[in-house]
């Protein structure tokens, strides 16, 4: 066991946060805390590490254990590089590295117990190097930093000039590189794209110490978790499996206690009216016998009704008037900013009551091109025609349309002046802004209450067109389900942009991969692109003109499970034509894989014949009887440093080849 948390208790201005939480995580074991805002997770964490004392209680590390934490926002100041940032927590095993060939040039100049003296001593640091996995520390900085969405063209940027998510990117990947005994994360995936969430999934599934993650992601909660513990009225309960095991279970409790709770009502109910009729019989026994069951009925332990918190939020979309059944045609648009150029000769169309997902890396243009259809930027070329009848409601991650000066009150009053303050406080009560909440300024709340005034203003539109730019971003878990509740039962169309993958896969019907500069269609929710988007980003990226621009389409015909891809790109070539390309460009790609492996192959055969080979040098460089011999000694040392030498070079062709 590596932590404890035993009665943890904590209250600010007399008010109950945490009560008597109760925990443990096993050496290895992933752990996921759940709960809505509000609940005390970040609290419980502070409180773990120290940041915070619990008012009772105790929190015990095993002896000698090592942790780190991530907190949801960093303020790395910083004079050095992303690499440079990410490099000094390998500082140990680089100082430890100048010293072995420091050793190897005293070796020279050094004769009897002098030179007997460093012998041992460089053994035992070559034994610590290794130990410290200290051929590999570029590749691994290198690795994780990539891993977390920075390209080598970004190496060299200043922390100093980086924005607020990409300085907890670069923190996050100093705690990686540490590898403590328990890593604790608080909101781990804010602030990365897919292919880099996907990274972090694969690389703490694999961590050999302990996690201990908050998260409202909860597609990566089902892939790490291993054990959930859930924060509900200031208590903890602890769920064994992952997050959609411990929603089933929940569920189940739930349902149980429920049940239980009108069972008793029932009973109690029966009790009274019994009551009731003895007293009115006005006789001695009666009334002795209606005393008797009131007594009963006292000391009844009367159970609570278990909250169900989905009841306190509600949000009903609806729209105003139906719109054609062509709600939006993209027609070949292209966006630079500058030598940027984010993507060229893109066309697709969305029809009435289609629910279409924009997915792709981070910088690839999918705000952009919300913002365009919304006309908050403008094209470089091609035209949006929108349908007839066709009225957009936007709803942007940065909140840009709610004015900070305002109130809330005021915020909605002003958008909508035919309704009354009665209509107005019912509206901001169904967010969960109640009482005085609404007289707060908007440029005071948090992001996930501006997400939700957002979200307030855009059901009160008379929208048939959503447009949404991550509209899950700091929302709990619960009001994530609202959402999804309430864009499932919308009759409008939509078009959004996402990062959760859970929310997806729950809402979307066709999903819009924007990668390398084209579209790729995906008639489907998330589970189907994953199904198969390695091998269309590979066909497309391996047959993409340089200029790029392309849009393609894949669907299953469901009668028959052939599954059918079709290019837009423009100009059309013939049928014949296309499909010979698209088998050449198939046969290439294989080839390709094939060489690529048997490359990867080689790559690691060598690896491991030449960290064998040191392992033995060493291990001669141990013994007593060739310290003395110091020609023997200079060319083991010789070798060692060759071999050390090739390896990095192996490491770096390695993690190459492995992405």
């Known amino acids: 066991m590596i ?91 680089i100082d430890l590295e100048k010293n072995i060939r420091q050793a190897e040039k005293d070796m020279d100049t050094l004769t009897g117990s002098e030179l007997e003296a460093l012998m041992e001593k460089y053994a035992q640091m070559n034994h610590e190097f290794q130990l410290k996995n200290g051929y590999a520390w570029e590749s691994e900085v290198i690795g994780v930093a990539k891993g977390l969405g920075f390209s080598e063209e ?59 993650i908050v998260s409202h992601d909860r597609y990566f909660l089902d892939r790490i978790a291993q054990k959930v513990i859930e924060i509900d009225n200031k208590g903890a309960d602890i769920y064994t499996g992952n997050y959609t095991a411990y929603a089933k279970k929940r569920e189940q409790i739930r349902a149980a206690k429920l049940k ?74 292209a966006k630079s900013f500058g030598n940027e150029h984010l993507f060229k ?42 349908g007839v009848k066709v009225h957009i409601g936007y709803y942007d991650q940065e909140h840009q349309v709610l004015h900070n000066e305002k109130t809330l009150f005021e915020e909605l009053s002003d958008a909508y002046p035919s309704m009354n303050n009665t209509e107005i406080r019912n509206t901001l009560a169904a967010f969960l802004f109640t009482g005085d909440d609404v007289f707060k300024r908007i440029g005071d709340l948090s992001g996930g209450e501006k997400g939700r005034v957002s979200l307030a203003k855009l059901m009160l539109s008379d929208a048939n067109f959503l447009i949404l730019d991550e509209p899950t971003n700091h929302l709990d878990i619960t009001s994530k389900e609202i959402l999804e509740d309430a864009i499932n039962n919308y009759e409008g169309t939509v078009l959004y942009v996402s990062h959760d993958r859970y929310f997806i896969n729950k809402t979307a019907s066709r999903i819009l991969d924007l990668t390398h500069g084209s579209i790729i269609n995906y008639i489907g929710n998330y589970d189907y692109y994953e199904e198969h988007c390695e091998e269309q980003t590979s066909r497309i990226a391996s047959v993409a003109d340089p200029s790029y621009g392309k849009s393609t389409v894949m669907s299953t015909d469901l009668s028959t499970g052939e599954t059918k891809t079709r290019s837009t790109s423009e100009p059309k070539s013939p049928a014949s034509s296309q499909g010979q390309a698209d088998w050449k460009a198939q046969k290439e790609e294989a080839a390709r894989r094939r060489k690529q492996e048997a ?61």
């Open 345 to 386: 000769n893109i066309s697709f169309d969305i029809k009435r009551g289609e629910h279409v997902a924009i997915i792709g890396d981070n910088g690839t243009g999918k705000t952009t091109m919300l913002k365009i259809i919304n006309n908050m930027e403008t094209l470089d070329e091609g035209e949006i025609t929108l």
């Open 260 to 333: 239980a709770y009108l069972n008793q009502q029932a009973e109690i109910k029966h009790q009274e009216e019994v009551i009731d009729k003895l007293k009115q019989f006005n006789r001695g026994k009666s009334i002795k016998r209606a005393e008797s069951r009131e007594k009963m009925l006292d000391k009844i332990e009367r159970l609570e009704k278990p909250t169900e918190i989905r009841d306190d939020m509600r949000i009903t979309l609806t729209p105003s008037c139906v719109s054609g059944m062509d709600v939006m045609h993209v027609d070949r648009i």
């Open 599 to 659: 490359a990867l192959k080689k790559c690691e055969e060598e690896i491991a014949k030449l960290e064998e080979r040191n392992e033995k040098i060493n291990e001669e460089l141990s013994d007593p009887a060739v310290a003395t011999d110091l020609a023997k000694v200079r060319k083991l040392s010789d070798e060692l440093s060759e071999n050390e030498s090739r390896l990095s070079n192996l490491y770096d062709e390695w993690a190459e080849l492995s992405e």
């Open 154 to 212: 970004e190496f060299d940027k200043r922390i100093s000039t980086l924005s607020g998510g990409q300085k907890t990117r670069v923190a996050l990947g100093k705690l990686l590189l540490q590898s403590p005994d328990l890593i604790i994360l608080d909101e781990p995936t804010n602030h990365l794209d897919m292919n880099s969430i996907k990274w972090l999934e694969s690389y703490l599934m694999n961590y050999k110490g302990a996690v201990l």
């Open 3 to 93: 932590l404890s948390c035993h009665n943890l208790c904590k209250s600010f201005d007399g008010n109950d946060i945490l009560k008597e939480i109760s925990f443990h995580i096993e050496d290895n074991e992933k752990v996921a805390i759940v709960g809505i805002n509000g609940a005390g997770k970040t609290t419980l964490l502070r409180m773990l590490i120290g940041e915070l004392t619990p008012d009772d209680g105790t929190v015990t590390f095993s002896k000698g254990a090592t942790f780190g934490y991530l907190a949801q926002n960093q303020n790395i100041d910083s004079a050095h590089s992303i690499y440079e940032e990410l490099r000094e927590m390998k500082r140990d095993v």
